[in-house]
């Protein structure tokens, strides 16, 4: 290196760190922490601002600790809370200091501003001028939403971060991390006073929305889409897909807000009032010289799900909101959420009204809520050239811009088109990232971690273009089969996108039989057959065992956890099944499907097909099929070789139509059959939600009993969403039918109430199922002897029953997020008592990962 080189590297390098002083210098922090005079507890979410602004905010953390930047020389510091004194105090401007302070509780507390009021010792909706200040603004909403304009054009960057927080710094000395240095080295400090935040994941999309009043139809165009990498062993889409649900955007005009998955009651509902206490706590005046109202508000319960906070409110006749400010209370019900901030900002419109102009999630994670370590979710979503009441022509509106169909150029915009575009700035750390996960994903050692952690919690094994697994199927048992063995895998996009295999070898021991399965698919549209919207066709062949009536809610039969049944479980069939199906989905979330199947059934253990005939060893039937479904705005968890629907507040409706083809490839019927099927999830607001469908259908034709719809039933001990859990296997048949299921969870709406349920934040529900319906003379074996007769047991009970004039009932009461994990439910059979082998009550377990 010579002498000049040198000399320019020590003069930038001196340039960088005077640079670093003088800012430093210039933005003063003050610190400290927050404590209750009497009793000398540490007081968390204390308000701290500079009175006279509402600039840089912050509250103080779950320990009382506060730390604020002082950058425009304040001389006074405010700190406010509910049911405390303020404190206002001097401070020095442009120098950093450590406060302590101690806050002085009263009964109640409201501060007299422009809008005044006194105060009893109780709190109360009535002559309360906060409460008639919050009515004002409920009835002010219509006016003040985005939808009040007849055109809207904006453009919005959006931007999702998730960071490791305050991981050691000592991590990187330990030898299996050193490799890793470039990735921890890479922290952001200024983010989040007081936290260091490593980032894994990054995303940006940058789009231009357009919305019409009348005829109402809205369009956004995706410009620029940007991604962190991890490459083949995890799926970008998937993750932000599932991030983006938990992350949703927030209208604060709307009744209830959804976010990490669960509805939250707005503070300025219809009905805010009942579920909020208001203050006024003070009144500033912006640089602009407009008058706001600072209104504080905090939940009647603080482990109901509801937000606490403030919201500015403007004094111009608009009752608009100009700023909010939404956290969550740390007695809330929520599960792994440490902290959770709202920040939105709004600007004003040439005609007074306010548009939303940026909007701040930022949740701090953790399996335990007192410990400083997990993750931070932050998503940023900034808009700007916000146009009203500026038409376009109708193209404009109506021709559609799919988000699935991004083009290589929108995902693969260049840096500087970045720089350019970017309505907002990232951080150092940040920017980092694209290039640290580059560097991350191609080292041997990080793919050994991932395939681990594949093997682990997805039960596969990857070998980069097959899959083997999963592994919780490896090993089952039945009273048929006895010990069974099973290998299988599948093939992953890294072979073709296009083309998608799937097999499986398994065997018996006791019945000694080889069982099997290989399905081909063709995507095509060229695509992942995952990937919506779907477009492919698939042949397969399936030889393995049934149980007659079993609903697995996507759970493999062989699954080792539900080898373990209740009572007699010894009636199987042996099924040769080939199909042929095409699948087909459209951008609207109408989908269609074609099918072409030929099953062959025999009976295994106690089961038998018998008419007055004889013994008949098995029944062939060829059927055609099709199915209409339409998902409104459905969304999924989308991996590369998996998607799961995610459920929302429109409803799912399906139809099935089938035509079984007597005499063509064996077929032994002919027949017809109708299934209509809604599903909905009813969101109740602080009541929670209740998934509710609704079932139909009816056979046209003369079929024997394993032709008939044979209801769902479960003998596991596991908690079945879709089975009737005290029903047995092959219980009930019937040619016309229709079903009833609603499962309505509480969220903890009753259990927040009492004390030793409100700590260990249990939470309610409920469920009932109901099946009504029959089997036609035309299908009833007791009148036709060349039907089957329905299955008794060796001492001739009937073990299979035509559901009659009274509907099978049953439904339970549980408890649910015990643990966090788990679901318990008693559940209670209504009727049919007198059928052999069945439980009045029972207990079922279920696991569900929940926040």
Known sequence: ???????????????????????????????????????????????????????????????????????????????????????????????????????????????????????????????????????????????????????????????????????????????FFRKYKFVLDNRDSTTIPGKSLLPVFLTEKLSQYYYRKNPEDEKTIVLGKKDVD?????????????????????????????????????????????????????????????????????????????FEGKIYITLDGNYAVEKDKLGVNKDINLNYVKTMTIEQSFEQNPDGHYHLSKSNIIADFGINKKKNGGFFGIRTITYGNYIVDQPHPDTTYTIKSAETELSDEVKNRSDQFWAKNRLDTLTTAESKVYKNIDSLKDMPSFKRTVDIATLILAGYKSFNTFEVGPSNTFYSFNPIEGLKLRLGGRTTPELSKRYYFETYAAYGFKDERWKYFLSGTYSINDKSIYKFPQNYIRASFQRDTKIPGLNLQFVQQDNFLL?????????????????????????????????????????????????VFGNTPSITTTEASLNLRYAPNEKFYQGKIYRIPIAGKYPIISLDYIAGLKNVFGGDYGYQSIHLRLDKRVYLSQFGFADVTLEGGKIFGQVPYPLLNIFAANQTYAYSLYSYNLMNFLEFVADHYATVNIDQHFMGFFFNKIPLFKKLKWREVVSFKGAWGGVSDLNNPSLHSNLYQFPVTGTGQPITYALG???????????????????????????????????????????????
Request: glycine share 4%; aromatic share 12%; hydrophobic share 35%.
């Open 230 to 306: 991890y490459g083949a062993a995890i799926d970008n889409d998937g993750i932000e897909s599932y991030l983006k649900n938990m992350y949703a955007k927030v209208d604060i005009y709307d009744n209830d807000i959804f976010i990490i998955t669960h509805n939250l009651r707005s503070p300025i509902a219809d009905d805010a009032p009942t579920w909020y206490k208001f203050f006024i706590t003070d009144t500033i005046t912006t640089e602009k010289n407009q008058k706001l109202v600072e209104l504080s508000f905090t939940p009647r319960n603080t482990a109901d799900l509801l």
């Open 805 to 851: 004039s009274t509907p099978y009932l049953e439904g339970s009461i549980g408890v649910e997020n015990i643990f966090k994990l788990i679901r318990v439910d008693l559940v209670r059979r209504f009727n049919y008592l007198d059928h052999p082998e069945v439980s009045k009550m029972g207990i079922r377990v279920r696991l569900k990962f929940d926040f």
């Open 1 to 175: 290196m010579n002498l000049i080189s040198f000399g320019k590297r020590l003069s930038l390098l001196t340039l960088l760190l005077f640079s670093t002083l003088l800012l430093r210098a210039q933005t003063a922090v003050i610190s400290g922490t927050i404590t209750d005079a009497n009793d000398k507890e540490t007081l968390p979410f204390v308000n701290i601002t500079f009175p006279g602004t509402i600039e840089g905010a912050v509250r103080s953390k779950t320990d009382g600790t506060y730390s604020i930047s002082n950058p425009k020389g304040h001389s006074q510091i405010r700190f406010s809370f509910v049911g405390y004194k303020d404190v206002v105090l001097p401070i020095e401007p442009g120098k950093s200091q450590h406060i302590n302070v101690t806050m002085q509780p009263v009964v109640s507390q409201l501060n007299q501003v422009d809008i005044s009021s006194t105060r009893n010792g109780r709190y109360r909706n009535r002559d309360n001028p906060a409460v008639e200040l919050i009515r004002k603004v409920i009835a002010n909403k219509d006016k003040n939403r985005p939808e009040n304009y007849n055109y809207i054009e904006y453009r919005e960057y959006d931007k999702m971060l998730f960071a490791l927080n305050n991981v050691s710094n000592t991590l990187v000395d330990k030898k």
């Open 563 to 611: 080898s373990f049944k209740r009572g007699v479980n010894d009636k199987y069939l042996y099924n040769d099944f080939y199909r042929l199906d095409y699948v087909h989905e459209y951008e609207n979330h109408f989908s269609y499907s074609l099918g072409f199947h030929n099953l062959k059934q025999a009976p295994a253990g106690s089961l038998y097909f018998n008419n």
